[in-house]
């Protein structure tokens, strides 16, 4: 007798995003797949059978959260009304970001967690700072055609600076919790762009 695959019982996507949330909440090496069983509510086959194992769920999960950061980054960019007023309000989207998240970025506390360790989610994350880069880096180029920004700029190093900035900005946050602090600290980057 042939058996027929029974249908997954639950939202994958569902499934994956409160996945994301506790490996968000509690970083990856605390998360055990027991926590992962009680928190998805489905038994720890059915992970194994859909996700695969915990490392195969979490670069899922990192994924996933890799793209929505791309798109929001791309969606901050097309309300600019100039190439560089796009890479300033990617900036400023992100502030905004920062205010109003209780979480980390999940790609930064995965750098600081696992990139030394871990080769898989140091290529992710890696791919993701250069997609940002790449991005700012097109916006800078057009900015100089435009006159808009400097032609003695490096629009690359700029690109670098920027993005490698954006986890700086999550560390005062953290840090300092000062919401006027973190205003002035993007107000400093913005005019660095600028000057």
């Given amino acids: 007798m042939c058996r027929v695959p029974r249908n997954k019982e639950f939202d994958y996507q569902e499934k994956l995003k409160v996945a994301r949330d506790l490996f968000w909440k509690k970083g ?67 502030v905004r970001t920062i205010l109003i998240d209780t979480k980390t970025c999940l790609s930064i506390n995965s ?48 690109a670098y600076f920027v993005v490698s900035n954006f986890a700086s900005l999550w560390n005062a946050d953290l840090l300092f919790n000062d919401k006027k602090r973190l205003y002035q600290l993007t107000d400093f980057l913005i005019s660095i762009i600028r000057a």
């Avoid at 899922?60 to 798109?71: G, R, V, W």
């Avoid at 871990?118 to 880069?133: E, R």
């Fill in 111 to 158: 750098t600081f967690e696992l990139s030394r360790i871990d080769q898989d989610v140091n290529q992710l994350l890696k791919q993701q700072a250069n997609n940002s880069i790449k991005l700012f880096e097109g916006l800078f180029r057009k900015a100089q055609q435009e006159g808009e920004l400097s032609a003695e700029k490096d629009p690359t190093l700029l």
């Fill in 28 to 94: 990856y090496q605390a998360t055990t797949m027991n926590d992962l069983v009680d928190t998805l509510g489905i038994n720890r086959s059915s992970i194994y059978d859909s996700f695969g194992n915990k490392h195969a769920l979490f670069l899922k999960c990192l994924h996933d959260y890799i793209q929505e950061k791309e798109l929001s980054y791309q969606a901050s960019a097309n309300k600019g009304v100039s190439a560089l007023d796009s890479a300033i309000m990617i900036i400023k989207d992100l």
